[in-house]
């Protein structure tokens, strides 16, 4: 339930008409429990104001509108209109003042927390200057798009849109300093696994405007997870990481000479696609279980090492991202996810994990009631607030307090006409992500108003912020001390 701000209008009308009665003003109680005169004001049939002095209690002095000795005009009702007072305003309500979930200038209050300890280390700071990204969802992203003619059409072709300097521009003035920039491959190779000139091409002049910004760019290795390109099974293990040892080759190469604002992400959320564990394993000691942790953790180092192995341009110290099973939080906890090795690496600690998070799930993904679903999220009430502490607990604890850096690479709560409680979900979500000292990066995929995920922020044709409410918290609690 939202608490709203009631009125203290009727408790002031009260004052002003006993003070028409009895020349005095009762003490009025607002909504915060102070007390103080309310001095009332009676317009007359003109319009103008009327004294609002009892005649019994006037001085018996004939009104000739002299001064008398202390200097005061004799008659309240002079020429000039009066020195009658308006009543004193009431003080306009603070951030700092207002009770958790209440929203005050836009902006919806988050109880301030104890900050938690963060190590001092290159890579945190690398992470906490990040401060908030968002994604270029189903854009270079689409794949396996048979109804194009040509490849290039694949960046619109699941979007909508073709992306635009001035749509990178925008991302940056309002104050996004990061952008993920989702790229798949495999539609886009010949048979050896070479990248088409065209596409990669495109994907770098996007990411060049970026750069151009100042921005950090993640790239990475997006829908190539099937069983003809890179799959986390032994029996495809071969195949795996001959894919994306070529892939990646070429990847660091092309952007070998951007610095280190440019992020390498090795894969996106891999995992067993099609089978019944596809997105949640249940045993996490059952031989599927490990096997797809192994693979995984294998995959990942092969990537680790293409790029240090290139030993061009930044290559050597730039940063990697490395997820989990299907990224999930709960499969990067675990003793069976290690990070990679990296004494390849020029620099000292270069890895960030990857991490996505669309939690709590029956808020911010499940659309089906009957399962739980649900468009509620209330900070004042808890509702929800759990499930995103303990997520971001954990890999505080097993990560960044020993000094491992995570990077939440995509977070998004689906528009279901709940634009409140999405606010307080953002507010929580992203004040919570700056305690723990993780940044996060938003999924829109310029969906609005289908029958799918709704996740846009920003219409990308004209450039208008559909949520720009969203945009606000994002903003302020990346940023703020509260």
């Not at 001085?59 to 009702?77: I, K």
Request: charge should be negative; include cysteine.
């Amino acid at each position: 339930m939202k608490k709203k701000m009631i009125s203290t209008v009727l408790a002031v009308i009260m004052a002003a008409s006993l003070a028409a009665c009895t020349g005095k003003a009762p003490a009025v109680t607002d909504d915060q429990g102070n007390t103080g005169a309310s001095q009332s004001v009676i317009e007359d049939g003109t319009g103008n104001n009327t004294d609002d002095t009892d005649p019994e209690e006037k001085d018996p002095v004939e009104d000739t509108g002299v001064e008398d000795g202390a200097g005061d005009n004799a008659d309240n009702n002079n020429s000039d209109g009066g020195n009658t007072e308006e009543p004193p305003a009431e003080p306009e309500k603070t951030l700092a003042d207002a009770k958790p979930g209440e929203i005050v200038g836009g902006i919806v209050k988050v109880a301030k927390r104890t900050q938690k300890s963060i190590p001092d280390n290159d890579a945190m700071a690398f992470v906490r200057d990040m401060e908030i990204g968002w994604n270029l969802g189903n854009t270079f992203d689409a794949s396996d798009c048979n109804w194009v003619s040509d490849e290039l059409e694949y960046e619109s072709a699941w979007c909508g849109a073709k992306t635009t300097k001035e749509l990178i521009s925008e991302i940056r003035n309002a104050g996004f300093k990061t952008i993920r920039i989702p790229v798949s491959w495999h539609n886009h190779i010949d048979a050896d696994y070479n990248i088409s000139e065209a596409w990669m091409s495109r994907v770098e002049e996007v990411v060049g405007w970026a750069y151009d910004e100042g921005m950090y760019i993640i790239i990475n290795v997006h829908h190539d997870n099937s069983d003809k390109y890179e799959y986390p099974s032994y029996d495809k293990m071969d195949q795996s990481k001959k894919y994306l040892t070529k892939i990646w080759t070429q990847i660091a190469d092309r952007f070998a000479d951007y610095d280190e604002h440019i992020i390498f992400e090795t894969m996106n959320e891999p995992r067993q696609v099609g089978t019944d564990h596809e997105w949640w394993i249940d045993d996490v000691e059952s031989d599927v279980a490990k096997e797809c942790f192994d693979c995984i953790n294998k995959l990942n180092q092969t990537v680790v090492d293409t790029i240090r192995a290139n030993g061009k341009g930044y290559n050597s110290s730039r940063y990697i991202m490395v997820p989990g099973y299907c990224a999930s939080p709960n499969f990067e906890i675990i003793d069976a996810f290690v990070l990679p090795d990296d004494s390849g690496a020029s620099a000292e600690n270069r890895i960030i994990v990857s991490a996505h998070a669309y939690t709590p799930y029956n808020f911010a993904l499940n659309q089906d009631k009957s399962q739980g679903a649900t468009d509620d999220f209330d900070i004042f009430e808890g509702n929800g607030t759990g499930d995103v502490d303990w997520f971001m607990g954990e890999l505080y604890s097993k990560f960044v307090s020993k000094g491992t850096p995570v990077v939440i690479g995509e977070f998004g709560a689906l528009d279901k006409g709940n634009l409140e409680s999405r606010m307080q979900w953002t507010a929580y979500y992203i004040a919570t992500a700056k305690l723990y000292g993780m940044t996060a990066v938003f999924w829109d995929n310029n969906a609005y108003k289908t029958d799918g995920e709704n996740f846009r922020l920003i219409d990308r044709a004209s450039l208008s912020w559909t949520f720009p409410e969203l945009v606000d918290q994002m903003m302020y609690y990346c940023r703020s001390e509260e």
